[in-house]
């Protein structure tokens, strides 16, 4: 049973992996690289190339990012599949978390080990001021933090967990 229920959680970590990887290659192969697409009077899709962390942290290092970046992402990935794979099963909110954030860091990992930069293109913004170009990857990693947040909070937890 225990299989089953990691297995459940890989798919989750799949998803958000195939839904990134899709979404990249076809900027990749759709867009010119800083090509601008206009959707939201505050949303546009723009093709850029992060050589860095989040926030482009680190992008003008030098190229000694790119290895670091991936051996991080890779050390990651591993306690977060070992950490998954010992949850209990009412731990559901800690396992969607993870995998959520599994899914993403494997994503960026691809770019980062393929590319040598991660494939950015979802552009928010308000008047001249943009949020930093991120990815599908970047959201699944931001959602499984606040879920693992407010999993830390108590929420999902029933009253006889709250009190052991």
Do not use: C
């Not at 839904?19 to 192969?29: A, E, N, P, R």
């Not at 890779?74 to 009412?90: E, G």
């Not at 860091?105 to 949020?131: E, K, P, Q, S």
Request: negative net charge; hydrophobic residues 50%.
């Amino acid at each position: 049973m225990r299989n089953f229920t990691m297995l459940k959680w890989l798919g989750l970590s799949l998803l958000a992996l195939v839904l990134d990887q899709g979404s990249k290659l076809i900027v990749d192969h759709s867009m010119q690289l800083y090509q601008s697409i206009p959707l939201l009077p505050f949303f546009n899709l723009t093709y850029v190339r992060n050589m860095g962390a989040a926030f482009s942290f680190l992008s003008e290092a030098g190229g000694w990012q790119r290895w670091f970046f991936a051996g991080l992402a890779l050390v990651i990935s591993l306690v977060i599949t070992v950490w998954l794979s010992r949850l209990q099963k009412h731990e559901t909110l800690l396992a969607a978390a993870l995998s959520l954030i599994l899914g993403g860091a494997v994503g960026n990992l691809i770019d980062r080990l393929a590319y040598g930069y991660v494939i950015d293109f979802l552009d928010v913004y308000y008047g001249t001021w943009h949020w930093p170009a991120f990815n599908i990857a970047d959201s699944a990693i931001t959602l499984g933090v606040v879920l693992m947040l407010a999993e830390s909070f108590g929420l999902g937890k029933t009253k006889d967990e709250e009190q052991s």
